[in-house]
């Protein structure tokens, strides 16, 4: 059964940092796609960060680009989020999802991580 | 970046009805476009994608068309535990992106 279990959300100051981690199980992780989708209070879905199965390519949405970074360690199927310099409007539930092979959609979704951004 | 708009944002419907949702694109994205039902507290599911193949374990009363700009989302003899909100997303062009949504509400 694939598990997608994201952790590390919180509440952090305008300025500051997080990591989030998602521990995926249940399928080959290192050769899948992952994303991170985040979805602000009330709002609809964003799509925020993808990277490759193998790590070497990743894609930010421009608007956190520079401010976050997404990686994974395949040797502990566990992916990341790091987001610095964070904004009031970064604020949301943050999903890992895992990309369905062949097509930039998500089969597998984690049950989100709450950020929330404020003094 | 490829916008997406989705009508109607809000539907009022009985169980059993049937409903269309459409999901208009920017620009031609082919048939790169997936649908997602979303619940209160809950991750999305992945209903649909390739536009028309649905996604194992998904009754058959969704379906969906389209190609090029223009798609819809059909749900026949609606079920109680179809309210929820429907996405649309493409997947032709990076950055991946969704449309705003419609919830679909008992009426």
């Known amino acids: 059964e694939v598990q997608l279990l994201e952790s590390g959300g919180g509440l952090v100051q305008p300025g500051g940092s997080l990591r989030l981690s998602c521990a995926a199980s249940?399928?080959?992780?290192?050769?899948?796609?992952m994303s991170w989708v985040r979805q602000a209070p009330g709002k609809g879905l964003e799509w925020v960060s993808g990277i490759s199965g193998s790590g070497d390519t990743t894609f930010h949405i421009d608007s956190v680009k520079g401010r976050f970074s997404i990686s994974r360690d395949n040797s502990k199927n566990t992916l990341y989020l790091q987001l610095n310099s964070l904004r009031a409007e970064d604020t949301a539930i943050y999903y890992c999802a895992k990309d369905m092979r062949g097509f930039d959609v998500f089969d597998y979704w984690g049950q989100g991580s709450q950020v929330t951004v404020s003094s | 970046d490829i916008q997406l708009t989705q009508s109607p944002s809000f539907l009022s419907a009985s169980v059993r009805d049937t409903v269309t949702i459409t999901c208009r694109a920017s620009?031609?994205?082919?048939?790169?476009l997936a649908w997602y039902q979303q619940k209160p507290g809950k991750a999305p599911k992945l209903l649909i994608y390739?536009?028309?193949t649905l996604q194992s374990g998904v009754p058959l009363r969704f379906s969906g068309s389209g190609s090029g700009t223009e798609f819809t989302l059909t749900i026949s003899s609606l079920q109680p535990e179809d309210f929820a909100t429907y996405y649309c997303?493409?997947?032709?062009?990076?950055?991946?992106?969704f449309g705003p949504g419609t919830k679909v509400d008992i009426k």
């Open positions: 620009q031609g994205i082919s048939s790169y």
């Open positions: 997303q493409q997947l032709n062009r990076y950055p991946l992106t």
């Open positions: 390739a536009a028309s």
């Open positions: 249940g399928f080959s992780f290192s050769t899948y796609a």
